[in-house]
């Protein structure tokens, strides 16, 4: 299977089971649509109008080399169900809902501004301190672990967040692993004490933030209907300014702020390096939820935003967005192309209660509830569900170009927009494939500019 599309004046051919990617002559591209089916001489024949004889040959002598050499056109019979569906039982990461609470009220908010539809409540220290070990007890033979210290807002139960980095370091140690942290905050209660802390203890930090100031507070307000904007701005820029690990300001777009890109381009000229400008996913009925009619507008937009990325790493002001990310030389292992994020099988969230969940998008689904860690036994009972859940038990994915990069796509959108985990959200996977060809356009024309 391959996929060619043209962006520019760049002619771009992705062969989908090696991993190769092409930028090729026009010559390649046109004659890649019969070169399966028809003999050389009827390509002859087919584009003697169009090209010489002589540059025919070339072409077809190049693209024969890349068939004999495993670059184009390659199947997936390397792909076994043992590698699928082969894989040992561990759990290697775990959102840790320390605060089922907020003091702001996102209009967009999945988790019901924080209380993920039932109590509000707080992580307390021996129920996290039970969390990690049971992090520690599953996790196999796997030796790098992550937490993702999560709400609500984990500000709010922030001496506890502290207590468990201590108690994770120690209990850690014996077992010879290594976790992870990382906490996702609003910043609102971000002070100098709390940035010193997270600067030096987490490996990752998630600040939200939707971008422009009017577009912010139109989403992202306080309990009181304040906007957030200029309570949190000088925060974020005093703890990047500060900040030696990873970070990524993570914002949401919607259908009132279709013009993205400008939001991405605002957080880059304030001085943000690390940028993700992600699309709502929410019910079809809110006023601010994306429709497939919307889907020309926004695929413009990230060609524009693709544009803007190319003008600042073209200045030397380059800045990262997360979904043009995308690694052409390793990549992820097979099992990470096919399933994705792991939620269900390698990724599960527990609430303030102790409830173990697939995932963060899961909580407060009596339905997706796996059990509690105060549980003397633990067997996940959707385990087969969800490591089945692959793209090649995906109709939607199986023969689809873009199958190894989004990997199947979300399990809790799929769920949400189409109550059925195996039926991917449709206008996210076009959105998917939209970016997937940005990210490999700029790579291809940072490549020729050099």
Not at 64 to 84: A, E, H, R, V
Not at 271 to 293: C, H, M, W
Not at 311 to 335: M, R, S, T
Not at 437 to 444: D, H, L
Request: aromatic share 12%; glycine share 8%; charged share 30%.
């Amino acid at each position: 299977m391959i996929h060619k599309y043209q962006y520019r004046d760049q002619y771009i051919v992705m062969d989908i089971n090696s991993g190769a990617v092409h930028v090729v002559t026009d010559i390649i591209f046109d004659m890649l649509d019969h070169y399966k089916e028809k003999s050389v001489k009827e390509i002859l024949e087919l584009f003697q109008f169009k090209y010489e004889k002589n540059q025919i040959l070339e072409a077809a002598e190049e693209i024969q080399y890349l068939i004999d050499n495993g670059m184009l056109f390659t199947d997936d019979s390397q792909i076994t169900k043992g590698m699928l569906e082969g894989r040992e039982a561990m759990i290697k990461a775990m959102c840790l809902h320390v605060a089922h609470d907020c003091n702001m009220t996102c209009k967009y908010c999945f988790g019901g501004q924080g209380a993920f539809d039932g109590q509000r409540s707080l992580l307390s220290l021996e129920t996290g301190k039970k969390a990690i070990d049971f992090l520690l007890e599953h996790s196999g033979s796997r030796r790098n672990l992550e937490i993702d210290f999560f709400g609500g807002e984990p500000l709010m139960n922030f001496n506890v967040v502290k207590e468990l980095v201590v108690y994770g370091r120690e209990a850690e140690k014996p077992l010879g692993k290594n976790i992870r942290f990382t906490i996702t905050t609003n910043g609102l209660l971000l002070d100098d004490s709390k940035a010193d802390f997270i600067n030096a203890k987490m490996d990752n930090v998630i600040l939200s933030i939707d971008g422009r100031p009017e577009v912010n507070d139109n989403m992202r307000q306080t309990v009181n209907g304040r906007g957030t904007y200029d309570i949190i701005m000088e925060k974020y820029l005093s703890f990047v300014k500060k900040r030696k690990g990873a970070y990524y300001v993570r914002g949401t777009f919607t259908r009132e702020n279709l013009d993205f890109s400008e939001d991405v381009r605002h957080l880059a000229e304030i001085g943000f390096k690390n940028i993700s400008i992600e699309p709502v996913v929410t019910d079809p009925l809110r006023s601010y939820a994306l429709q497939d009619e919307d889907k020309e507008t926004i695929f413009k937009e990230y060609d524009k935003l693709t544009d803007i990325y190319l003008e600042y790493a073209n200045k030397g002001e380059k800045f990262e967005f997360f979904h043009f990310n995308i690694d052409l030389n390793q990549g992820p292992c097979v099992v990470k192309r096919v399933s994705g994020c792991g939620a269900g099988t390698e990724y599960v969230a527990v609430s303030p209660e102790g409830d173990i969940y697939p995932c963060h998008q899961f909580v407060g689904n009596v339905a997706f509830k796996l059990g509690n860690i105060n549980d003397v036994h633990f067997e996940n009972r959707l385990y087969d569900e969800f490591n089945r859940a692959h793209i090649y038990n995906k109709e939607k994915c199986r023969d689809c170009w873009a199958k190894f990069y989004c990997s199947g796509g979300c399990h809790a959108n799929a769920f949400h927009m189409n109550h059925d985990i195996r039926q991917p959200y449709e206008l996210g996977c076009e959105l998917e494939k939209k970016r997937i060809e940005c990210a490999i356009a700029i790579k291809a024309i940072m490549s020729t500019d050099q």
